[in-house]
């Protein structure tokens, strides 16, 4: 048994939208890798947070604001404009994996530089050099797709940080190594990108995904984490399980 908490489902008033927070309390006993901006790195977690947050996120503070709705202590936490209570599930001998998914701007890794990415329009030259010059204006008709806007530029011309279409969490009942965790974290995106492919998204992802991967302090540590380990295949299996079902439930709720 993974030990790994049910999620508490919450919703807040933000922005004037009602949005969705969930919340794993996994406590002691827990080391995380994570990429999420409140968290990231590896070290001693005890939650993680799934915040929504609304369209056209353009916060500055995206750290405290996620700290603000944690439980207190060390945690993750990370934001989606996706509507996080369509959460997708999958398990695989003891490997765990939860994915919250949203596509409204689906990306190429490796994209030309300087070409926007579809329903992503890049700001002219001029716009952004009058932004800079303390325009007010602020181009926030960035993504208007699934009910993802994932972030704009505000009248600093400094583009906010984009809140998380992505977003998976894993969790396995056995402690990694450091250089394992990091293998761990490759085999999640490649798993990922193979379910977006296999759910016809011509994409890798989003460029704002967040991956956390929680696993235990005590006991032996496994020393890879890549899809032909033993745990890195379950991990892998898990997460291309909960990518690909919340990917057809994204497109299925979009078409709807």
Known sequence: ????????????????????????????????????????????????????????????????????????????????????ERYAAA???????????????QTWAAAPEGVPDPGLPAAPEPAREAAGAGDARVCDAMVRDAGVRDARVRDTGVRAPRPGTINILVAVPVAFSDPALVNAVMTVTEAKTQALLEAGFPCTGTASDAVCVAVREEGPAEAFGGPRSVWGARIARAVHRAVLDGARDWRTWRAG
């Open 1 to 84: 048994m993974t030990e790994v908490p049910r999620p508490s489902l919450t919703y807040r008033m933000e922005d004037g939208l009602r949005l969705g927070t969930l919340l794993w309390r996994f406590g002691p006993g827990w080391r995380m890798i994570s990429s999420a901006m409140l968290g990231g790195g590896i070290g001693h977690r005890e939650w993680v947070l799934n915040a929504q947050v609304a369209a056209g996120y353009s916060r500055m503070d995206p750290v405290e604001h996620m700290d603000a709705l944690g439980p207190g202590g060390p945690g993750v936490g990370m934001m989606t404009a996706a509507l996080v």
């Open 91 to 105: 398990a695989d001998r003891g490997a765990e994996a939860v994915a919250t998914v949203g596509l409204g701007v």
